[in-house]
């Protein structure tokens, strides 16, 4: 009997990575959630305890993979952990918020691309976490901006010939606008909902590239543009910055 396709999500227990996991789940895939909580679903739960070392943050997950794993390799790698916080220049609080986005989004996201390149089969995926804002200036929020361009730089890199991962694989960055979820519902009730991206359709769209459908070229950063509650793709083709 054939095993299971396999998928690890890097921030399971969050409102993307816990969408994600029950799809993949309704799909008959075995997952795997690393996270700071476990998610209920999974069939492991990998809990990062490392939080202020990206060095021993990494050692810790890698650890837990391979031990997890045992040898055998992943189908795909999702990387949806990260957050959001605010911050201009004149912000008190935009260094301490700048450390936050980077060890939610950049950390998590070199280190899934490092476990990529020893536990990913060959023509895998590996997923990682970008913003249509960080295509250009964020000065609203700083860190946060920062954050996600050093993550669509790392997608560039690692579409490249010599970045490392296995043979066929894909590294993609999604880049969204605004995901439509509880807590930003809460925050921004006047908001337009309708131009805000569902979790379920990314959760889907995830599912159908991690079986090798529909796939876009390795480095792509792709934006998910949602407009009356519709939501399409399009691979950003300038300059990182524009």
């Known amino acids: 009997m054939a095993s299971l396709p396999r998928v690890l999500i890097y921030g399971g227990k969050g409102a993307l990575g816990s969408t994600c996991i029950s799809y993949f789940k309704a799909k008959n895939w075995w997952v795997a959630s690393v996270d700071l909580f476990p998610n209920e679903e999974a069939e492991a739960n990998l809990i990062v305890t490392k939080l202020d070392s990206w060095v021993e943050q990494n050692e810790e997950v890698q650890t ?80 946060y901006g920062m954050a996600k361009a050093a993550v669509h730089q790392l997608i560039k890199g690692l579409g490249q010939k010599e970045s490392g991962l296995p043979a066929g694989s894909i590294a993609v960055a999604i880049l969204p606008m605004t ?9 921004m009730p006047n908001a337009d909902f309708t131009s805000w991206t569902s979790l379920e359709y990314i959760a889907s769209l995830l599912f159908n590239w991690s079986e090798g459908k529909e796939r876009p070229e390795s480095g792509s950063l792709v934006k998910l543009i949602t407009k009356d509650s519709t939501t399409t793709t399009e691979v950003h083709s300038g300059e990182l910055l524009q």
Do not use: H
């Open 179 to 187: 995901l439509d979820t509880s807590i930003n519902r809460k925050n």
């Open 64 to 143: 837990k993979v391979e031990e997890l794993l045992g040898g055998e390799k992943l189908d795909a790698i999702i990387c949806v952990a990260g957050g959001w916080a605010g911050g201009s220049a004149r912000s008190k609080n935009v260094v301490k918020n700048a450390d936050l986005m980077f060890k939610q989004s950049v950390w998590t996201s070199l280190i899934s691309a490092s476990i990529a390149s020893k536990c990913l089969k060959d023509n895998g995926l590996l997923l990682l976490p970008g913003a249509q804002p960080s295509l250009g200036g964020t000065s609203g929020m700083l860190g």
